[in-house]
């Protein structure tokens, strides 16, 4: 159980065109996400909480109208790279808190890798 | 920042014990310490955690001191698929926040 997919595994746009990645939360309900993202060798940082139905808090220094993020249901949050520029490409990945367990515990998805020329 | 110190990186031979210390000398009472790797391109995997009693699950052991200022993650019989960045995580019960992961400890399975 607990298992987080994220879509697309692996993505490459041009730059200045935006790309939506899917995290969904496949067998609990979620009420709230994680997004992060990892630059090479460097470890994982978190940008944003996204509690459904309501607007996502973003860690300093991230921009809020570059990110977009949207969950829209209990199952499934979105994230969107608008405008991507080189400097965005990373790993992004998502986690989702599970209210099935006694400790609220986070799972995560495999991550996206987005590159952008 | 992450309020955990790790070593950055450690050698463990295949089928050996492999423990990897972190120090959280900052902790405060009601957090718990948990423990993730991530395994080359990959989401992280949670291991276990602990408040202050030692943990065991099929994964690995948590050993916590006493005065809960350190652990040691212990993975009994290490496998060249352990080979992977494991991260000790100072965090709240409640778990509403996201995580601040540190640098972490690359853990090196030789064959």
């Known amino acids: 159980g607990a298992v987080v997919s994220q879509h697309p595994s692996w993505v490459i746009c041009k730059s200045g065109t935006s790309v939506k990645i899917e995290c969904r939360s496949l067998d609990f309900q979620a009420t709230t996400m994680f997004w992060y993202r990892q630059f090479p060798k460097q470890s994982l940082m978190l940008m944003a909480t996204s509690n459904e139905g309501s607007k996502a808090t973003y860690e300093q220094g991230v921009e809020k109208d570059k990110f977009l993020i949207n969950h829209a249901s209990l199952t499934l949050s979105t994230l969107t790279v608008t405008s991507a520029h080189p400097e965005d490409s990373s790993f992004y990945i998502c986690s989702a808190r599970s209210l099935a367990t006694s400790y609220n515990e986070q799972f995560f998805g495999p991550g996206t890798r987005l590159t952008v020329l | 920042d992450a309020k955990t110190t790790q070593p950055t990186s450690m050698d463990c031979a295949e089928g050996r014990a492999a423990n990897l210390p972190c120090n959280h000398s900052t902790i405060s009472g009601n957090e718990y310490v948990y423990w993730y790797r991530q395994i080359h391109s990959q989401g992280p995997q949670y291991i276990i955690h602990?408040?202050?009693n030692n943990e065991t699950n099929e994964m690995a052991s948590l050993i916590i001191t006493e005065d809960r200022k350190s652990s040691t993650l212990i993975l009994p019989h290490a496998t060249l698929r352990d080979t992977a960045v494991y991260y000790c995580?100072?965090?709240?019960?409640?778990?509403?926040?996201?995580?601040?992961f540190g640098k972490g400890t690359h853990l090196i399975i030789q064959p």
């Open positions: 995580i100072d965090r709240s019960g409640g778990g509403a926040d996201g995580l601040t």
């Open positions: 602990g408040l202050k």
